[in-house]
């Protein structure tokens, strides 16, 4: 996580000193809904990857003079879960959250209608649905509530279609054992339309 914090920097650092910008980003709010795919897994737990789904709608301030730099919010529902090897046979273990992130990021125009993209920041998460009542009250039930850290960057064409790549890291124990300590962590490839 280090290694992608510290060239998320130099990107933005990079971008930031060019002397000349041909094409800046237009200030103002803008709204995107988005749908794609996750995969997701738990860390610090022996499982395999599991594919989901995930869909949203984030809402943009590109911040006026600031030459790309804006701030996001959004609110995503994602699947998360892993497949676990017992000697019974394989578990499946899927739950749903609603995802509020919030971020702050930064847009370079390469061309007048290509534009790639970076953006950093917290997520806070509330399961709401899961198989094998994952969000029970029981000792070895998982917790409802996730935070976490989000980066994302992606690459959008004419200002209103785009192509992200995310990765979320769990910060919370979703395990409720203290001896346990277990946390999610998601990647996410959506297509995107701002509007």
């Known amino acids: 996580m280090r290694k992608i914090m510290l ?16 094409y800046v980003p237009e200030s103002g709010f803008t709204n995107e809904a988005h749908v794609g795919m996750s995969i997701s897994s738990f860390r610090g737990f022996p499982c395999d990857p599991k594919v989901g789904m995930s869909f949203g709608w984030k809402g943009e301030y590109m911040l006026p003079g600031a030459m790309g730099t804006f701030v996001n919010f959004g609110l995503d529902v994602t699947q998360k879960g892993a497949k676990f090897q017992t000697p019974a046979g394989d578990i499946k273990q899927n739950a749903f959250y609603f995802s509020l992130p919030i971020h702050a990021g930064y847009r370079y125009n390469i061309l007048e209608d290509l534009g790639i993209f970076a953006d950093f920041g917290p997520y806070f998460a509330a399961g709401f649905a ?15 509530f996730d935070i976490g850290l989000g980066f994302r960057v992606g690459t959008e064409y004419n200002d209103h279609i785009s192509l992200t790549f995310g990765f979320d890291w769990g910060m919370a124990d979703f395990y409720r054992p203290e001896h346990f300590t277990r946390n999610t962590f998601s990647s996410t490839i959506c297509l995107g339309y701002r509007f």
């Open 7 to 22: 060239i998320c920097t130099a990107l933005i650092a990079w971008a930031g000193s060019a002397k000349a910008i041909d």
């Open 130 to 144: 899961s198989n094998n009542h994952w969000f029970g009250k029981d000792e070895y039930d998982a917790r409802r």
